[in-house]
Nanobody, 116 residues
Framework: QVQLVESGGGLVQPGGSLRLSCAASGSIFSFAAMKWYRQAPGDQRELVAVIRSGGTTTYADSVRGRFTITRDNAKNTVYLQMNNLKPEDTAVYYC??????????WGQGTQVTVSS
């Protein structure tokens, strides 16, 4: 089981930017995909972005063009660059590692609040 630790959340004004980091205790290259999810109060957890082992990426329609997911295999870290943030982006953001076997690991989450 890999340990995932998210960081980089905080309070930002609308239109601002944040970069989230997800540091893994093991090699992220060994995973089928690394993902970012988010969950706002009262809502279901939703998939925000995916980066696969081959480097391909997928984004939710609500964040495409504003968010970018990248990874640094040498640092075992996945990033989520979030630009032009909106109040509706407010949520707890979770990192997820998907194994080739289908199992998953989750981080503890980091709060992102977009408010003036």
């Amino acid at each position: 089981q890999v340990q995932l630790v998210e960081s980089g959340g905080g309070l930002v004004q609308p239109g601002g930017s944040l970069r989230l980091s997800c540091a893994a205790s093991g090699s992220i290259f060994s995973f089928a995909a690394m993902k970012w999810y988010r969950q706002a109060p009262g809502d279901q957890r939703e998939l925000v972005a995916v980066i696969r082992s081959g480097g391909t990426t997928t984004y939710a329609d609500s964040v495409r063009g504003r968010f970018t997911i990248t990874r640094d295999n040498a640092k075992n870290t996945v990033y989520l660059q979030m630009n032009n943030l909106k109040p509706e982006d407010t949520a707890v953001y979770y990192c997820n590692a998907q194994r080739w076997s289908g199992g998953v690991d989750w981080g503890q989450g980091t709060q992102v609040t977009v408010s003036s």
